[in-house]
């Protein structure tokens, strides 16, 4: 997740080191408001004017949803495509679940607060779409979405930010400031950044249950029994764990130089990242004992829900699972990224570099081998920032109809190191007119792609071009895609 304080450092560094570049447009003259704060309960059940994209997977057996095993390190190998929704979907995605009853596939728009659904054995999409409008930015995506299992979510959103925690209807049930948050395992208890540190309620009645002072409120993890909570302390120079008692609100132990931490499910470890290494540690719940240090790792990690897998990739492009009874490797070859495991186990989500998402489990009976060996590691975010002060007033992935590849070659030898400790992070800065340039040319070529005619991406060109035309910088970040764990 990227930290405000990083970008805004960046941005202030991009702005010196290019001052020499001056937007060519006039002042912005829109201003952004934040609308009430009255949160009003009413149902957002819209429908979804969109084709059904172009599903391509292998020929399963009829009801193969039902003919699925659990995954464990021992079947690990045997992973096989049984879904996927190609890049030419027909909206752009932000983040990806599937719902607990592992049946259906949620996508967030990338351009507002807004859920579509999948039904994963056939693939086609649900006519209606859950649109958020009643909250303080309808026209932002959601970050991270977690499900709880009586229907409801908790979601956060930038533009402020804020997390919400929305019923099956669309109703917002609650709602606070914070940027990061963590459900507890039982789903009793929710987590997230205060200004004062961490706060804890009680998610069924909103009420209070600690405060957990000079604490950042990032990378959050409960352990399974609640007693403890892992949080990042970070500072501009250095990052910790610190691991929190939350009965009396002390911090246990604190591990140096790591980042990331999670507890596993079953509560028989604790993982976290290592700055100054680059491997990745598993500790005991308590932090007192290192069990081992994991260091072929290149990418996040994942942790599946019955504790017994710890997966990641490695530089080379495999996807090796670690059986956390003795840490031993399964390695196998995925495309893509590795996002998530579905809350059941069943299911393994990757995500491509053109946008795609892939499907994976592991069938009884016979195995297809649909692997391929690719696993990009870095993605892009702009900002658009509407005044010279270098405040981002819009946040966006990296529009599908914008040359990557061109874009590169134009505007790469701008790119800096922003010297963040944590993870690959680079940086190059754009005028705001360039922006609006480049954009005009992209979007002409795009108008050969027969993604052009969709109507949310038609909805994401005109979005994209009318707030350029009041942004005075755009930063583009490449840094580096830790799936999962955002």
């Known amino acids: 997740m990227h930290r405000a304080f990083t970008f805004f450092i960046t941005t202030a560094f991009l702005l010196f080191a290019c001052s020499l570049f001056s937007p060519k447009e006039t002042p912005p003259s829109e201003t952004m408001t934040a609308p009430a704060t009255s949160l009003p309960a009413t149902q ?86 859950l649109y958020i409008t009643n909250i303080e930015n309808a026209d932002v995506p959601f970050t991270a979405i977690k499900y709880l299992s009586d229907g409801s979510i908790i979601v956060s959103s930038y533009g402020p930010y804020m997390i919400y925690h929305i019923d099956s209807a669309g109703n917002i049930l609650s709602a606070w400031d914070g940027i990061e948050f963590a459900v507890s395992a039982d789903e009793k208890y929710l987590a997230f950044d205060v200004a004062e540190g961490t706060s804890v309620i009680n998610i069924a009645n909103n009420t209070p249950i600690a405060l957990l002072e000079n604490s950042n409120g990032l990378g959050l993890s409960f352990s399974p029994d609640n007693s403890k909570i892992a949080i990042e302390a970070i500072t501009v120079d250095e990052g910790n764990v610190d691991i929190w008692d939350i009965k009396s609100q002390t911090i246990l132990k604190t591990l140096p130089n790591m980042y990331r931490a999670s507890y596993s499910p079953n509560g028989k470890f604790l993982a976290a990242l290592d700055s100054v290494e680059g491997s990745l540690k598993i500790f005991s719940p308590d932090g007192a004992v290192q069990i081992t240090s994991i260091l072929d790792r290149h990418s996040g990690y994942l942790i599946s829900p019955d504790g017994s897998i710890l997966a990641y990739q490695t530089v080379e492009g495999s996807s090796v699972a670690r059986d956390t009874t003795n840490w031993t490797s399964h390695e196998t070859a995925l495309r893509g990224w590795l996002d998530s495991f579905s809350p059941d186990g069943r299911f393994l989500i990757t995500r491509t570099d053109d946008g795609g998402i892939l499907i994976w489990g592991v069938l009884k009976g016979k195995w297809i081998d649909h692997r391929e060996q690719t696993m990009p590691t870095v993605r892009e975010r702009i900002y658009l920032c509407p005044t010279e002060h270098g405040q981002p007033g819009w946040i966006m992935d990296f529009p ?19 010297g963040n400790p944590l993870y690959v992070d680079y940086a190059l800065l754009l005028t705001g007119w360039e922006a609006s340039a480049w954009d005009e040319q992209c979007r002409a070529a795009f108008a050969q792609d027969p993604r052009s005619q969709q109507a949310t991406i038609v909805e994401a060109m005109r979005q994209c071009e009318t707030r350029l035309k009041s942004t005075s910088w755009v930063v583009v970040e490449s840094y580096e895609w830790e799936s999962g764990l955002e």
């Open 44 to 129: 957002h059940l819209t429908s979804v004017p969109v084709t059904q994209p172009s599903v391509v997977r292998p020929n399963l057996p009829a009801g193969w949803l039902t003919q699925l095993e659990t995954i464990s390190p021992q079947n690990w190998t045997r992973l096989q495509l049984v879904q996927a929704f190609p890049a030419e979907m027909p909206m752009a995605h932000s983040v990806v679940v599937i719902e607990p009853d592992g049946k259906t596939l949620v996508l967030g728009n990338s351009n507002k607060a807004q859920l579509f659904f999948f039904d994963l054995e056939s693939g086609t999409i649900s006519s209606n779409s």
């Open 400 to 418: 599908v109809w914008w040359n990557r590849s061109e874009f590169f070659k134009k505007y790469g030898e701008r790119q800096i190191d922003t």
